[in-house]
């Protein structure tokens, strides 16, 4: 019998692009993997934001030098010329990329008859699914030169099922995860593994807004945890189909959502 095979759950020294890195999920994204070793491409639309948790993550970098480094960069994820020019300054910086996660977001709500709702259904498709494919197509040339190559995509319980005038944000989230396995089928034979990730509540900028008191009524209903998911939970998740160790997961979509999504009552 052969010995059991070994493989790496080490991502340090890998590179890995994260958008929406200011706040929220992506900038715990951010952290996870520094603090793994991996250098961290902090993309955020506000420059402010990405220069912000690049501080932050330089401070803890002096603290212990094993922490990976970090580039901060301002772009509009919907910019398909500012996506490719990103790219650029990955390759100028870190000669490489082997990961990328597609995590920058917003929610909008509004009602199929509001005079608003063509707008938000135009930003929220740009922002969260034609902008997942651009940043792909863009870091393919990069991603086809690592021998661990991950897309990682982050949609929602929302492409799993739907909430209350969200339909914007709902056929984004369901489209992100059509576009996860449409690309997994493509690029598998390349080694490339395309995944997406599906959280359910979480503290989050897009859900501090809600008084303490809903957010209980609403998990002791729906969510057999029985609280909301801190964002660094999500970004675990979102590093374990990034290890090495992954490379046979593929076309997944993983709900991080404490049961919400299998309870039926």
Same mark, same amino acid.
């Given at each position: 019998?052969?010995?059991?095979?070994?493989?790496s759950? *080490?991502?340090a020294?890998?590179?890995?692009?994260?958008? &929406?890195a200011?706040?929220?999920?992506?900038?715990?994204?951010?952290?996870?993997? /520094?603090?793994?070793?991996?250098?961290?491409? #902090?993309a955020?639309?506000?420059?402010? $934001? /990405?220069q912000a948790?690049?501080?932050?993550?330089?401070?803890?970098?002096?603290?212990?030098?094993?922490?990976?480094?970090?580039?901060?960069?301002?772009?509009?994820?919907?910019?398909?010329? /500012?996506?490719?020019?990103?790219? /650029?300054?990955?390759?100028a910086?870190?000669?490489?990329?082997?990961?990328?996660?597609?995590?920058?977001?917003?929610?909008?709500?509004s009602?199929?008859?509001?005079?608003d709702?063509?707008?938000?259904?135009?930003?929220?498709?740009?922002?969260?699914?034609?902008?997942?494919?651009?940043?792909?197509?863009?870091?393919?040339?990069?991603?086809?030169? *690592?021998?661990?190559?991950?897309?990682?995509n982050? *949609? *929602? $319980?929302?492409?799993? &099922?739907?909430?209350?005038?969200?339909?914007?944000y $709902?056929?984004?989230?369901h489209?992100v995860?059509?576009?996860?396995r449409?690309l997994?089928?493509?690029l598998?034979?390349?080694g490339i593994?395309?995944?997406?990730?599906?959280? &359910?509540?979480?503290?989050?900028?897009?859900?501090?807004?809600?008084p303490?008191?809903?957010k209980?009524?609403?998990?002791?209903?729906?969510?057999?945890?029985?609280?909301?998911?801190?964002?660094e939970?999500v970004?675990?998740?979102?590093?374990?189909l990034c290890?090495?160790a #992954? &490379?046979?997961?593929?076309?997944?979509?993983?709900?991080?959502?404490?049961?919400?999504?299998?309870?039926?009552?």
């Amino acid at each position: 019998m052969s010995a059991p095979l070994s493989l790496s759950r *080490s991502v340090a020294g890998r590179v890995v692009f994260v958008t &929406g890195a200011g706040s929220g999920m992506g900038r715990a994204t951010a952290h996870v993997f /520094a603090a793994e070793g991996a250098h961290v491409v #902090a993309a955020d639309l506000h420059a402010e $934001t /990405a220069q912000a948790v690049a501080a932050e993550i330089d401070a803890a970098r002096a603290a212990n030098p094993a922490l990976g480094e970090v580039l901060p960069l301002a772009f509009d994820v919907a910019d398909e010329a /500012a996506g490719r020019a990103a790219m /650029a300054a990955v390759e100028a910086r870190f000669g490489r990329l082997d990961m990328l996660v597609n995590n920058a977001g917003f929610l909008q709500t509004s009602a199929l008859e509001a005079e608003d709702y063509e707008a938000v259904w135009s930003r929220t498709l740009e922002v969260m699914l034609s902008a997942h494919q651009r940043l792909i197509r863009a870091a393919l040339p990069l991603l086809r030169r *690592s021998d661990c190559a991950r897309i990682v995509n982050v *949609s *929602s $319980t929302d492409g799993l &099922g739907a909430s209350p005038r969200h339909s914007p944000y $709902t056929a984004a989230k369901h489209g992100v995860i059509g576009l996860t396995r449409a690309l997994a089928v493509d690029l598998g034979p390349e080694g490339i593994t395309v995944n997406a990730v599906c959280p &359910g509540p979480v503290r989050t900028a897009i859900t501090e807004a809600i008084p303490e008191e809903h957010k209980a009524i609403f998990v002791r209903r729906r969510v057999p945890l029985r609280r909301y998911a801190e964002p660094e939970e999500v970004a675990h998740a979102t590093l374990s189909l990034c290890l090495p160790a #992954a &490379g046979y997961i593929t076309g997944a979509a993983l709900p991080v959502d404490g049961g919400m999504t299998i309870r039926n009552a």
